[in-house]
DNA sequence: ATACAATGTAGAGTAAACTCTACGTCAAGA
DNA sequence: TCTTGACGTAGAGTTTACTCTACATTGTAT
């Protein structure tokens, strides 16, 4: 029902370095066996998966951490916690509004090349 | 009609060592009066605002350099660097599409919270 | 003529997020 | 028992994209 790091780092994706450091970082702590060897849950599976896309969407390790420290330390700190969510879907979509003008501005440079181009090719009859 | 390092840091936004950094990455290459100060011009800013743009949009520097050194070997080019803008276009309309997802799924997550949230205080009549 | 601010080059330093190395420990199979 | 492979820690190394330092020149205002 738990994962040795080497099984967590194959069901996560995250090479076992990677695993380290993001503990070292606060990201997670797993619990450890009588050897000392690191067992990962279920439900670390889940949390890794929101690390995922809380950094795909450019939230830094040290903020993260910060929810992170939030989360180890219980329901009291859920109010808080959903604060930093609803700052981080503001900047997420502002992220994807600037994309998308930058989408729009890149679409009108290709068509621009599209045009010098055929120009450029109207000298073959 | 054209601009020192210091007035184009301030057109552009871009840090003086930034400036240089990018000459020194091809990204730009400004021409030289007769005491070997850069000359930048009115096309430089409109360039700049592109690798701006270009950088915003997620592509590292190396790839903008190949982009720069194609446009400066002249009209040649232009079908080669359309084609890594069309590259670029899908990776953009691509990161648009992961990021709207990011987005759906943190909506879900916040409404769950508001829930936990709601249930926690629940006890106060 | 002289001070001083802007510019030049070369190279070092920084920050973030890994990624790898060295070396020691431990459990399990041949 | 011996060996192998996964795991442990501490710390060094890497990559990207700047950012800064040191020191030499040059243009301009007094």
Redesign the pocket.
Known sequence: MDY????F?EVTGL????L???EHESLITPV?N?????RYSEKDITWIAFIKRL?ATGM???EIKRYAVLRAKGDSTLTERMEMLIQHRQSLKDQIKQLQEHEAKLEEKIAFYQQEIEHHCSDTP
């Open positions: 040795s790091i080497g099984e780092s090479g076992i370095h990677t380290r450091y993001y450890r009588s050897s000392n060897r690191r950094k830094p390790v040290k």
